[in-house]
């Protein structure tokens, strides 16, 4: 059976008038009377009565379009995404975020829908601490995870994407508000409030890892599973924090709390994506070249290093 006969009988069910469907097929209305006629002879049934003024289905003619019409559906669905996946434009790339990716994402989303428009982008928000696990699962394309430091070990394929120094989040009336930069030997005697290890080990490790070198182990008076919860803690006086100084991010703090850059070589919070390179998907070497382009602002014009 020829597709393109059930097509001629969906569009002439829809019309219930063999000149109109005919213009609409863009063939003559004697081609289509045939193909109709071959049809019905295939199947064994009438289809349409036809009298000099009306079209009409018959019993048999409303069954089939019933029950074609929604395979017909799903076959037009499965030519699009055989035609896609050879020039390259799957429709969907799948993208694995923590939630605090605010100066680079809404950036390069602008830029890869105008140069892409027929790529969806469709986001999922993970843990850092269950990115690579989600990515080793198939739960997303291109994955976007954070670190501390100026080292990052992954299992995957990775590109840094951006780059801010560190700081203190400092409650109103600190004594060190006025200063330009502290060093983590500076905060001994501060209570500190940290993003649950379990969501983000690696930062965990990484400020556990300087006070050892600054000879003290610090206080921890809370912790936090997101931003939102820390900035709250820190305005109420339970203590400081360290966070990435992502300038998005830093409008984001509320009034009375003060951010100040911390000084060391690896004082830096870093955004990393991360992608498999078994993934067959066209379109992540097309966002990677396109993330991979956008301006990064150089940390070395925030703050000199000491």
């Not at 009298?51 to 076959?75: C, F, H, I, Y």
């Not at 995870?145 to 203190?168: A, D, I, K, Y």
């Not at 991979?292 to 290093?305: I, R, W």
């Amino acid at each position: 059976m020829d597709i393109s006969f059930l097509r001629a009988f969906i569009t002439t069910a829809h019309r219930l008038n063999f000149t109109e469907a005919a213009k609409q097929l863009f063939i003559a209305q004697s081609v289509l009377s045939r193909q109709i006629s071959v049809l019905e002879k295939e199947l064994g049934v009438q289809l349409f009565i036809r009298s000099n003024r009306t079209v009409r289905l018959t019993p048999a003619g409303l069954v089939l379009l019933q029950e074609v019409e929604p395979l017909m559906d799903k076959l037009n669905d499965v030519f699009a995404k055989s035609r896609t996946a050879n020039t390259g434009f799957q429709k969907v790339l799948r993208l694995g975020c923590f939630g605090v990716e605010y100066s680079i994402l809404p950036v390069i989303i602008k830029k890869f829908s105008a140069l892409y428009p027929n790529i969806r982008l469709d986001f999922r928000i993970f843990p850092i601490a269950e990115m690579e696990n989600a990515l080793k699962h198939d739960e997303f394309d291109i994955g976007f995870t954070g670190f501390f430091g100026n080292e990052f070990n992954s299992n995957f394929m990775h590109l840094v994407v951006s780059r801010h120094r560190v700081g203190f989040l400092l409650p109103p009336n600190h004594p060190y508000t006025d200063r330009q930069c502290l060093n983590i030997a500076d905060m001994k005697q501060e209570s500190f409030i940290l993003i649950d290890k379990n969501r983000y080990p690696q930062a965990s490790e990484w400020f556990y890892k300087h006070c050892e070198k600054a000879d003290f182990i610090p206080k921890v008076a809370c912790k936090s599973a997101t931003f939102d919860t820390m900035l709250w803690q820190v305005k109420a006086g339970l203590g400081v924090a360290i966070i990435g100084g992502d300038p998005v991010l830093l409008r984001m703090i509320r009034p009375g709390i003060h951010f100040i850059f911390m000084s060391g070589k690896d004082a830096y919070g870093n955004i990393a994506i991360i992608w498999n390179k078994n993934n067959p998907h066209p379109a992540i070497p097309l966002f990677i070249k396109e993330i991979d382009a956008v301006k990064l602002p150089s940390p070395s014009n925030l703050l000199p290093v000491s």
